[in-house]
């Protein structure tokens, strides 16, 4: 079955940096819409970073500057580079396939990776 396999995350000083990785397997990954959600208990997930199949990408206007998505469809990877992290960045990250065929929305999740911004 079609796996997301997110890896890097960890604690982290804030002002630091960390890099999530997403990588997939059992898709066609250069069909798919890739996204970072993060979620906090209690809290509806959030959209942070998202990025087209073409490549193209946007991101939360909390993220901005700080955070980059990007993509390698050779390795069926998408990274999430995190950097001047905050404690509100603390949160379970998850990774998100989507693709849309005609009335149907194909939609993957990864397990999620816990980033914890702290001194």
């Known amino acids: 079955q079609v796996q997301l396999v997110e890896s890097g995350g960890g604690l982290v000083q804030p002002g630091g940096s960390l890099r999530l990785s997403c990588a997939a397997s059992r898709i066609t990954f250069n069909q798919y819409h890739m996204n970072w959600y993060r979620q906090n208990p209690g809290k509806q997930r959030e959209l942070v970073a998202a990025i087209t199949s073409g490549g193209s990408t946007d991101y939360a206007d909390s993220v901005k500057g700080r955070f980059t998505v990007s993509r390698d469809n050779s390795k069926n990877t998408v990274w999430l580079q995190m950097s001047s992290l905050k404690p509100e960045d603390t949160a379970i990250y998850y990774c998100?396939?989507?693709?849309?065929?005609?009335?149907?929305?194909?939609?993957?999740w990864g397990q999620g990776a816990q980033v914890t911004v702290s001194s």
């Open positions: 998100n396939g989507r693709r849309t065929v005609g009335a149907t929305t194909l939609d993957y």
